[in-house]
Each structure stands twice: as structure tokens, then as C-alpha cells.
């Protein structure tokens, strides 16, 4: 975190705060910054935001889901310079660099005398990220891009009586495809509440929570859009299994996390297998 970093991030929080969107503001320092310095760190204080729960249930995703959609209505406003929108690690992966990272990945596990668990998640990812740069080199260039929140999920978004007071931590914030920041938050809620990716219900349900999120946008979800979606949701184990496998610091952290993503990308390739069926449940309603 630097100081160009976290002054962006303030300047995201305040652009929120002010659009309608419940996110804290640093309380100021004696001399008006929103940040100080102790021991060689960044200290700021926001106000305390008494809550009673977070979003880690399906009814609680349901009703906070339509506030990233404001969130990214407020944010692509924001005009940030490259410390805002370019997080120095992030829980993300470009389409076009999908592949790059997930071969280097599983170089990385070739060269530690991997198990045969590691050797499938190896395969299956490279397999993965290959299937999806063909699809995706055809719908994602096109797509706007801007500054998205980076990390909807879980003790991010903070309820009292059944209402959302407080979504926070901006520290994945960064310039996007909108999309990619929603499949984020398909991909937990897929994971956490819905399991198989290839269960008959699965696109229907995922498709209310998009809904949802469209009813919260300005300038609704394009039918292109749409159509990439389940592409970007398939994508999303690869910032973990590619991205992040690689540049972990150790074998030990990075093998934890090879045996954490194990089942998510079998289940992401699933989608592309069968992406018709995926893209006419994600289209849109009328």
C-alpha cells in the first residue's frame, strides 16, 4: 500500500459514500489528511459501523447484489490515475493473460515434484484458460472498461436488520471489465451457496442475482455483455490457479493454495463445456 494508493482508494470511498452507496470515510488527521504515518505504516481511522451480520447467505446476496450495480454506476465516474487503478496484487486476470499465467503456473508445480493431484490441477487449468482465450478473443475486447469495486463479497458487505450499512475494503479496486468484478461475486456465490456448476438450477439463479445487479446500473448490462458472462465466470479460478500460483513466494503457500482451487477449475470448465446453455439462461428478460 502506498500513499498514492490509499489517497485513491479515499477518493473511491468519498465518490461512494456520496452516490448512494454506504461505504466509510477516513475520519482526518490534525493536519486534514486521511492518513498518517506509524513506524513506517500507512494508520488511518474510519468510523465504527455497528452491524449484525454479513453477506454469507443467498438472501443477503440477494439484497446487497443490486448495490454493486450502483457501486459501479457511482465508480465509473471516478477518474483515477495508475495508482488507483492498477492494485499491485490482485484477485484477478485479464482474459488475454489467462493463459500466460496458468502455463507459467503449472511450470511452477512441474519443477516441485508435484502429486498427481497437482498434475491434474495443472492440466485442467492450462485446458481451461486455452478454451476460454479462444471464446473470449472474440466478446471481451469490445466491453467497457472502468474502476470497480474488486472484492464484493462475504465481511465486505455488512448488514443491520436486514439492510446493508457498510460496504468497504477497496484494496482490490482497480480498472476492469464490470463484468469481471460481478462473475467475481457469481463465482463465491456459486461456490459457497449453489455447488455443481453443471446442476440444471444453477444459471437460472445465478441469472436473479445479475438481474438484480442490472436494476442497480445507470446503463444496463448490453445483451454482448450478457453473453461474455459465463465466459468471466469461468475465468475466475485463474487469477488463483495461474495468477497467484505463480507469484506466491514459497512452495509451501503455493501448494496450500494449489490444493484450495482444486475443485473450482474442473468446475469452472464445466461452463465452457456447456456455454450455449449458459449464455441463454444469462440473456436478457423481457
Given at each position: 500500500m502506498t500513499p498514492a494508493r490509499l489517497d485513491a482508494i479515499n477518493v473511491a470511498r468519498t465518490a461512494l459514500a456520496l452516490g448512494g452507496v454506504p461505504a466509510s470515510r477516513a475520519l482526518p488527521c490534525l493536519d486534514g489528511r486521511p492518513w498518517t504515518t506509524l513506524a513506517n505504516r500507512l494508520v488511518?481511522?474510519?468510523?465504527?459501523?455497528?452491524?449484525?451480520?454479513?453477506?454469507?447467505?443467498?438472501?443477503r446476496l440477494e439484497a446487497a447484489i443490486p448495490l454493486l450495480g450502483?457501486?459501479?454506476?457511482?465508480?465509473?465516474?471516478?477518474?483515477?490515475?495508475?495508482?488507483?487503478?492498477?492494485?499491485?496484487?490482485?484477485?484477478?486476470?485479464?482474459?488475454?493473460?489467462?493463459?500466460?499465467?496458468?502455463?507459467?503456473a503449472a511450470r511452477r508445480i512441474e519443477g516441485w515434484d508435484p502429486t498427481a493431484m497437482?498434475?491434474?490441477?495443472?492440466?485442467?487449468?492450462?485446458?481451461?484458460?486455452?478454451?476460454?482465450?479462444?471464446a473470449e478473443r472474440v466478446l471481451m475486447p469490445d466491453l467497457p472498461r472502468q474502476l470497480v469495486?474488486?472484492?464484493?463479497?462475504d465481511n465486505n458487505v455488512l448488514f443491520r436488520d436486514g439492510r446493508v450499512v457498510l460496504v468497504t475494503d477497496l484494496d482490490f479496486m482497480g480498472e476492469r471489465a464490470r463484468i469481471d468484478d460481478l462473475a467475481l461475486t457469481l463465482y463465491f456465490a456459486s461456490l459457497d451457496f449453489l455447488?455443481?456448476?453443471?446442476?440444471?438450477?444453477?444459471?437460472?439463479?445465478?441469472?436473479?442475482?445479475?438481474?438484480?445487479?442490472?436494476?442497480?446500473?445507470?446503463?444496463?448490462?448490453?445483451?454482448?455483455?450478457?453473453?461474455?458472462?459465463?465466459?468471466?465466470?469461468?475465468?475466475?479460478?485463474?487469477?488463483?490457479?495461474?495468477?497467484?500460483?505463480?507469484?506466491?513466494?514459497?512452495?509451501?503457500?503455493?501448494?496450500?493454495?494449489?490444493?484450495?482451487?482444486?475443485?473450482?477449475?474442473?468446475?469452472?470448465?464445466?461452463?465452457?463445456?456447456?456455454?450455449?446453455?449458459?449464455?441463454?439462461?444469462?440473456g436478457r428478460r423481457h
Amino acid at each position: 500500500m502506498t500513499p498514492a494508493r490509499l489517497d485513491a482508494i479515499n477518493v473511491a470511498r468519498t465518490a461512494l459514500a456520496l452516490g448512494g452507496v454506504p461505504a466509510s470515510r477516513a475520519l482526518p488527521c490534525l493536519d486534514g489528511r486521511p492518513w498518517t504515518t506509524l513506524a513506517n505504516r500507512l494508520v488511518e481511522v474510519e468510523p465504527y459501523i455497528r452491524s449484525d451480520g454479513q453477506m454469507d447467505s443467498w438472501e443477503r446476496l440477494e439484497a446487497a447484489i443490486p448495490l454493486l450495480g450502483r457501486a459501479h454506476t457511482v465508480l465509473a465516474r471516478v477518474d483515477l490515475d495508475g495508482a488507483g487503478r492498477q492494485p499491485e496484487f490482485v484477485n484477478h486476470v485479464e482474459p488475454d493473460e489467462a493463459l500466460t499465467w496458468a502455463t507459467r503456473a503449472a511450470r511452477r508445480i512441474e519443477g516441485w515434484d508435484p502429486t498427481a493431484m497437482e498434475r491434474q490441477l495443472a492440466a485442467t487449468s492450462v485446458e481451461l484458460a486455452d478454451r476460454l482465450a479462444e471464446a473470449e478473443r472474440v466478446l471481451m475486447p469490445d466491453l467497457p472498461r472502468q474502476l470497480v469495486h474488486g472484492d464484493f463479497w462475504d465481511n465486505n458487505v455488512l448488514f443491520r436488520d436486514g439492510r446493508v450499512v457498510l460496504v468497504t475494503d477497496l484494496d482490490f479496486m482497480g480498472e476492469r471489465a464490470r463484468i469481471d468484478d460481478l462473475a467475481l461475486t457469481l463465482y463465491f456465490a456459486s461456490l459457497d451457496f449453489l455447488g455443481d456448476a453443471a446442476a440444471d438450477d444453477l444459471p437460472r439463479r445465478l441469472a436473479q442475482l445479475i438481474d438484480a445487479y442490472d436494476r442497480g446500473l445507470e446503463h444496463k448490462l448490453t445483451d454482448r455483455e450478457r453473453l461474455a458472462l459465463p465466459l468471466a465466470l469461468a475465468r475466475q479460478p485463474l487469477w488463483a490457479s495461474g495468477k497467484w500460483l505463480t507469484l506466491l513466494d514459497t512452495e509451501e503457500t503455493a501448494r496450500r493454495l494449489a490444493t484450495g482451487v482444486a475443485p473450482d477449475v474442473p468446475w469452472a470448465l464445466t461452463i465452457v463445456q456447456a456455454l450455449p446453455r449458459w449464455q441463454a439462461a444469462f440473456g436478457r428478460r423481457h
